[in-house]
Structures are given as structure tokens and as C-alpha cells.
T-cell receptor, first 114, second 112 residues
């Protein structure tokens, strides 16, 4: 089954404690992306990746890092989480954004930073 | 950065009614996308538009890519209860820039 998986689905942490949210897709997609969703703000793109070792900033990259060492994985790293990073995070992938390909979204990771 | 204005923010309608929502942008997009998000799930792509003036249908859904490249609308005809959810528009400049900018969403409630 074609899917995007994220782990963990729920996470409660404290300010300053490094964390990683994993994202994996089994569709051999080149394009992967991370979004955060906040009430009243919709979805905002954090980082995206066109292919292995190719990443670029989205609209709200501050406080986040990503890496793309393998095609299937695109982890999101919060080196020093802060309460304003409490949010619902989605990973997505597609063959190529902007082309006639569906973007598949993961189930989401709900993060609470105390 | 680029911004999308999506309206209305929310809609309460009766089953069977038609629905229309739209997005406008301060800058030009080469791609417009419409997504639906059900509670507790990630967004699902409904319709993708790639040419100015393009009108595309997907069942009861119809979307258009505005001629100016700065707007798009989504219509849902004969709404049913399972249409409930949040609808998002998204735009992309395409080319070498695959950043997607999303609207803030339209919350649709359908009363049976």
C-alpha cells in the first residue's frame, strides 16, 4: 500500500530537548516536504526536498533542520524546541510538486512543547 | 513571502446545496491545488490546475484557474454530509521553485 508514515504520532517534550520526527514514504518519490498546521493559519511549509541531498527552506524554517540522505526518508529535527513549535506537523511526498502527480500526506504528528 | 487569501473561513449549509469558495493571491502562481482535510487526517488532493483559464471537474467538484493566475475557485454541487471538512487551496510557482503556499482553509459544515 502506497503511504507516508510519520513517527511518533504524538509527542510531549520540554523546551530545549532535541527531538526528531521521522517521515518515510514507500513510493520512490523525489519530492518530500514538511508542513506545520496551526489554528487560523492553515498549513505552512517548513522545508522541502527535491531529491537526495537537495533541501530548501519553505516559509517558516526557523528552528528546524532536515536531512535527505536517502530517497525514502526525510526527518524533521528540532535542535532546541520551544513552546511556539507546539503544532501539528505533516510530511508529504510526490513524484514532483507542480506536475500532474498527487501529493500524499502523512497522518500527522501532534507535538506539545512545554 | 507569498500569501493566499481564502474565503469564506467557514460555511454552514444544508445538504443538497451548492458551495463555492475561492482563493486570491498577491502574486502569480503556475499551479493551483485544492485539498480536503478530514478530522485527524492529512490533506488529500482533490483537484490540480496547471493552466490559466483551466476548468477541471472531479465528480461534484469543479475548480478553475483564474486568467490572471492570481485566483482560483472551487465549487461543490449538491453537497452531502461527507463533504464536511476543511478545504485548502494551495499555489506553487513551479519551475525551479516547488514551494507550496496554502490558504488558511474553509471549514465546511453540511447539515443533513
Amino acid at each position: 500500500e502506497a503511504q507516508v508514515t510519520q513517527n511518533p504520532r504524538y509527542l510531549i517534550t520540554v523546551t530545549g530537548k532535541k527531538l526528531t520526527v521521522t517521515c518515510s514514504q514507500n513510493m520512490n518519490h523525489e519530492y518530500m516536504s514538511w508542513y506545520r498546521q496551526d489554528p487560523g493559519l492553515g498549513l505552512r511549509q517548513i522545508y522541502y526536498s527535491m531529491n537526495v541531498e537537495v533541501t530548501d527552506k519553505g516559509d517558516v524554517p526557523e528552528g528546524y533542520k532536515v536531512s535527505r540522505k536517502e530517497k525514502r526518508n526525510f526527518p524533521l529535527i528540532l535542535e532546541s524546541p520551544s513552546p511556539n513549535q507546539t503544532s501539528l506537523y505533516f510530511c508529504a511526498s510526490s513524484r514532483l510538486a507542480g506536475q500532474e502527480e498527487t501529493q500524499y500526506f502523512g497522518p500527522g504528528t501532534r507535538l506539545l512543547v512545554l | 513571502g507569498q500569501q493566499l487569501n481564502q474565503s469564506p473561513q467557514s460555511m454552514f449549509i444544508q445538504e443538497g446545496e451548492d458551495v463555492s469558495m475561492n482563493c486570491t493571491s498577491s502574486s502569480i502562481f503556475n499551479t493551483w491545488l485544492w485539498y480536503k482535510q478530514d478530522p485527524g487526517e492529512g490533506p488529500v488532493l482533490l483537484i490540480a490546475l496547471y493552466k490559466a483559464g483551466e476548468l477541471t471537474s472531479n465528480g461534484r467538484l469543479t475548480a478553475q484557474f483564474g486568467i490572471t493566475r492570481k485566483d482560483s475557485f472551487l465549487n461543490i454541487s449538491a453537497s452531502i454530509p461527507s463533504d464536511v471538512g476543511i478545504y485548502f487551496c494551495a499555489g506553487s510557482s513551479g519551475g525551479s521553485n516547488y514551494k507550496l503556499t496554502f490558504g488558511k482553509g474553509t471549514l465546511l459544515t453540511v447539515n443533513p
